[in-house]
């Protein structure tokens, strides 16, 4: 199957203004683009692109003063096929982890191990390691915690949203990976497209999605608390440590987002590329609060 995916972005930005873009598909995806995946910007301005530590695409610009429009329209092919799930998946021991992995275990600026890890074993150590006990984690969380947009909060943490009890995808994610970790599963916090493919569509603005995956058998696996089901069409972005790494539009000065529009449909059989209805909101609250980084 063919998926349409992009964005429409505009920032206001009073002057000048140093940008780091993470918005491209991950490397590990770009095999599967149909059409090249290209950042737009008006006015034009150059970009240069940089890999960072976790091997995600990242593009370098300065905004000119004013507004800035920032798009990207692309085709990808995808399976079609849900999230695999392997249920025997076997968890490593730590010390045969590869030394790259081994940083997935640690707490970090979202993922407070040490506080969490007390309530961690005492709930899922006697449930089988590997892929069950994983699953364990995310059936938790997704009761656990209520989602809604307006419970959307850039600051909260993965114990905020053991606290709270409410929260957007991207605090399913952070819970799910700090408790995994304190587990010795590592597991690492991912961005990207997720559309409502092959389930009912939802009433609200289409956003971009967070979910997280888990090394198991020796590879990553997706795993999802928010939806806990199978989904189809992921199109990955980036995998960090949390969303401190991963923050899709990082700006080194102040600004505002004027506009913003995310495209994620399949593309029908045998016609013609339609154009895709494309959601509109002056501010995406799940994006507010799990993609967007001032630095000022």
Same mark, same amino acid.
């Given at each position: 199957?063919?998926?349409?995916?992009?964005?429409?972005?505009?920032?206001?930005?009073?002057? @000048?203004?140093?940008?780091?873009?993470?918005?491209?598909?991950?490397? !590990?995806?770009?095999?599967?683009?149909?059409?090249? @995946?290209?950042?737009?910007?008006?006015?034009? $301005?150059?970009?240069?692109?940089?890999?960072?530590?976790?091997?995600?695409?990242?593009?370098?610009?300065?905004?000119?003063?004013?507004?800035?429009?920032?798009?990207?329209?692309?085709?990808?092919?995808?399976?079609?096929?849900?999230?695999?799930?392997?249920?025997?998946?076997?968890?490593?021991?730590?010390?045969?982890?590869? !030394?790259?992995?081994?940083?997935?275990?640690?707490?970090?600026?979202?993922? /407070?191990? /040490?506080?969490?890890?007390?309530?961690?074993?005492?709930?899922?150590?006697?449930?089988?390691?590997?892929?069950?006990?994983?699953?364990?984690?995310? @059936?938790?969380?997704?009761? =656990?915690?209520?989602?809604?947009?307006? =419970?959307?909060?850039?600051?909260?943490?993965?114990?905020?949203?053991?606290?709270?009890?409410?929260?957007?995808?991207?605090?399913?994610?952070?819970?799910?990976?700090?408790?995994?970790?304190?587990?010795?599963?590592?597991?690492?916090? $991912?961005?990207?497209?997720?559309?409502?493919?092959? #389930?009912?569509? #939802?009433?609200?603005?289409?956003?971009?999605?967070?979910?997280?995956?888990?090394?198991? @058998?020796?590879?990553?696996? !997706?795993?999802?608390?928010?939806?806990?089901?199978?989904?189809?069409?992921?199109?990955?972005?980036?995998?960090?440590?949390?969303?401190?790494?991963?923050?899709?539009?990082?700006?080194?000065?102040?600004?505002?987002?004027?506009?913003? /529009?995310?495209?994620?449909? /399949?593309?029908?059989?045998?016609?013609?590329?339609?154009?895709?209805?494309?959601?509109?909101?002056?501010?995406?609250?799940?994006?507010?609060?799990?993609?967007?980084?001032?630095?000022?």
């Amino acid at each position: 199957m063919l998926i349409h995916a992009g964005f429409h972005i505009e920032i206001d930005c009073p002057a @000048d203004t140093p940008l780091v873009l993470m918005l491209n598909v991950h490397p !590990d995806r770009r095999g599967a683009l149909h059409t090249p @995946d290209q950042i737009r910007a008006t006015p034009g $301005v150059r970009m240069r692109s940089y890999r960072d530590s976790f091997g995600n695409i990242c593009r370098r610009l300065v905004a000119p003063a004013g507004r800035l429009l920032l798009q990207s329209d692309f085709l990808i092919r995808d399976s079609g096929a849900p999230d695999h799930v392997r249920p025997h998946g076997r968890q490593q021991a730590v010390a045969d982890l590869p !030394d790259d992995v081994l940083q997935f275990l640690l707490p970090s600026r979202y993922c /407070e191990t /040490e506080a969490l890890m007390p309530f961690a074993w005492a709930q899922f150590g006697d449930v089988p390691e590997g892929w069950v006990r994983a699953q364990a984690v995310v @059936d938790f969380v997704h009761g =656990h915690i209520e989602f809604g947009y307006p =419970h959307a909060w850039a600051q909260r943490t993965a114990l905020g949203a053991f606290n709270d009890r409410r929260g957007v995808c991207r605090d399913f994610a952070h819970l799910a990976v700090a408790l995994c970790r304190c587990l010795n599963i590592p597991a690492r916090y $991912v961005n990207g497209y997720l559309g409502d493919i092959g #389930v009912p569509p #939802v009433d609200a603005p289409m956003d971009f999605s967070a979910w997280f995956q888990v090394w198991l @058998d020796g590879e990553w696996h !997706d795993f999802d608390a928010r939806h806990n089901r199978p989904r189809i069409g992921r199109i990955l972005i980036a995998a960090g440590r949390d969303a401190a790494d991963v923050a899709m539009l990082t700006a080194f000065g102040q600004h505002s987002l004027a506009r913003f /529009e995310v495209t994620t449909v /399949e593309v029908p059989p045998r016609l013609h590329l339609p154009q895709p209805h494309q959601a509109r909101c002056a501010l995406s609250a799940e994006t507010s609060a799990s993609g967007w980084s001032a630095m000022t």
